[in-house]
């Protein structure tokens, strides 16, 4: 069971702007760089966005994230078909001593 | 190219054992942190197990602990899972990922592991 909790599903419309939630706690999103992912149905999973606000080379500025506290989140403007896909939130949780991924959500563009 | 590619998986009895293999190309894997990542049918990702670039430091998920091994071949630039009395809940595909330290920026497509009697 994941100790960082997402939204099961967003949508949107082409166009839209769709956030994606992420809330943690003190040992993992409070103390340490939250990572997003996308993974495409049937692909392996692709880095979006770090809360240190790294974007890998490729990954359109449309993605973007933020953090406070221990929550954080995923931004997708203009949204695209091409956008649909789960998305997951992950971190270092002290606690743990394990990097932790949240529970994913699905994106569907409608 | 920076890639990853791994192999190994199949399936396998409750109790048995599997050894997966990660070879990297374009990039020295022992310069560092990499991980296994697994997916179960269906389900979310789930981390397995990390090794920082010093080779000794070494992190395991609590499922797999004291059951699976991570360890490197620096002369083959291979990361490998060795997986000791597989359960059911092993199930899965295991990807291997290479940590940038702002994330996990290289994966590979994954090994598929099936754990059934």
């Known amino acids: 069971q994941s100790v960082l909790i997402q939204p099961p599903s967003a949508s949107g419309t082409p166009g839209q702007r769709v956030t994606v939630s992420c809330s943690g706690s003190n040992s993992n999103i409070g103390s340490h760089t939250v990572n997003w992912y996308q993974q495409l149905t049937g692909t392996a999973p692709k880095l979006l966005f770090s809360s240190n606000n790294q974007r890998p080379s490729g990954v359109p500025d449309r993605f973007s994230g933020s953090k406070s506290g221990t929550s954080a989140s995923l931004a997708i403007s203009g949204l695209q078909s091409d956008d649909e896909a789960d998305y997951y939130c992950a971190a270092w949780d002290d606690s743990l001593d394990a990097y932790v991924f949240g529970t994913g959500t699905k994106v569907t563009v409608l | 190219e920076v890639q990853v590619v791994e192999s190994g998986g199949g399936s396998v009895q409750p109790g048995g054992s599997l050894r997966l293999s990660c070879a990297a190309s374009g990039f020295t894997l022992s310069l560092y942190w990499m991980h296994w990542v697994r997916q179960a049918p269906g389900e979310g990702l789930v981390w397995v197990s990390r090794?920082?670039?010093?080779?000794?430091?070494?992190a395991y998920a609590d499922s797999v602990k004291g059951r699976f091994t991570i360890s490197r071949d620096s002369a083959n630039n291979t990361l490998y899972l060795q997986m000791n009395s597989l359960r059911a809940e092993d199930t899965a595909v295991y990807h291997c990922?290479?940590?940038?330290?702002?994330?996990?920026?290289?994966w590979g497509q994954g090994t598929t592991v099936t754990v059934s009697s």
């Open positions: 990922a290479r940590d940038s330290l702002s994330g996990l920026d290289v």
């Open positions: 090794i920082k670039s010093d080779g000794r430091s070494i």
